[in-house]
């Protein structure tokens, strides 16, 4: 625990191993990160998730800059989906105009 407000804050970072960290030079890694705690009503509570990364290499630069910021809004998934499409051929107008035929 790096910084902690009972009932209103905390937050983590990660404990390093530099033997590790050295070996293994993952794309990105986990800095540190943080949940934000507001009431909500008598039995409910809001959480925000703060998470911030360091990128490692052009990959992981690539990562941090395209995939971070849509996992961080919209989850996972539909992140990785939207990177996906990037890449995905679009068809011709010539191949669309036979497939609707």
Do not use: C
């Given at each position: 625990?790096?910084?902690?407000?009972?009932m209103?804050?905390?937050?983590?970072?990660?404990v390093?191993?530099?033997?590790?960290?050295?070996?293994?030079?993952?794309?990105?890694?986990?800095?540190?990160?943080?949940?934000?705690?507001?009431?909500?009503?008598?039995?409910?509570?809001d959480?925000?998730?703060?998470?911030?990364v360091?990128?490692h290499?052009?990959?992981?630069w690539f990562?941090?800059?395209?995939v971070?910021?849509?996992?961080?809004?919209?989850?996972?998934?539909?992140a990785?989906?939207?990177l996906?499409?990037?890449?995905?051929?679009?068809?011709?107008?010539d191949e669309q105009?036979?497939?609707?035929?």
């Amino acid at each position: 625990i790096s910084e902690w407000a009972p009932m209103e804050y905390i937050s983590f970072a990660p404990v390093r191993n530099e033997v590790e960290d050295r070996e293994k030079r993952y794309m990105l890694t986990l800095e540190s990160q943080a949940f934000l705690l507001r009431p909500a009503n008598d039995d409910h509570t809001d959480v925000t998730l703060f998470a911030t990364v360091a990128s490692h290499g052009p990959r992981g630069w690539f990562a941090a800059r395209i995939v971070w910021p849509g996992y961080q809004r919209q989850g996972l998934r539909s992140a990785l989906d939207a990177l996906q499409a990037l890449f995905e051929p679009q068809p011709d107008e010539d191949e669309q105009t036979h497939a609707d035929s």
